[in-house]
């Protein structure tokens, strides 16, 4: 399922960064006035349409795609929060709980004299 959604995660950014480039290489409505008057040309590679018909059927494309990818990792993100649990305390093999054997307490029998080197203070006795 990570896999699946790092693979549509990678889908949705080249999408996106083909869709930022086609609709800037489109030309807007105001640039057919400038063709009006000669400094547009109606033979492209594209045909005598010009880029027009090509360009929007392929952003038309790459918009649906964006929309569907997006549905897609909107629909994963919810799964993945539904199977999350809530609370520390409910996840498995959490025991907070545990018994404190007499057995596990360290009991110092005989006290241990300091060493004459030591640059450690003595511990007051009571």
Same mark, same amino acid.
């Given at each position: 399922?990570?896999?699946? #959604? ?42 005598? #349409? ?77």
């Amino acid at each position: 399922m990570e896999t699946l #959604q790092t693979l549509l995660f990678v889908l949705q950014v080249l999408v996106a960064v083909a869709l930022i480039g086609f609709i800037l290489i489109q030309h807007g409505k105001g640039a057919d006035a400038g063709a009006a008057f000669g400094s547009g040309s109606s033979s492209t590679v594209f045909g005598s #349409q010009g880029s027009g018909g090509f360009m929007v059927k392929v952003t038309t494309a790459l918009a649906v795609v964006f929309l569907l990818n997006s549905l897609a990792l909107g629909y994963l993100a919810t799964q993945q929060i539904k199977s999350a649990p809530t609370s520390l305390l409910d996840q498995p093999g959490l025991d907070l709980r545990q018994e404190i054997v007499e057995d596990d307490i360290p009991v110092v029998t005989e006290e241990v004299a300091p060493a004459e080197d030591s640059d450690l203070p003595d511990i007051p006795v009571e």
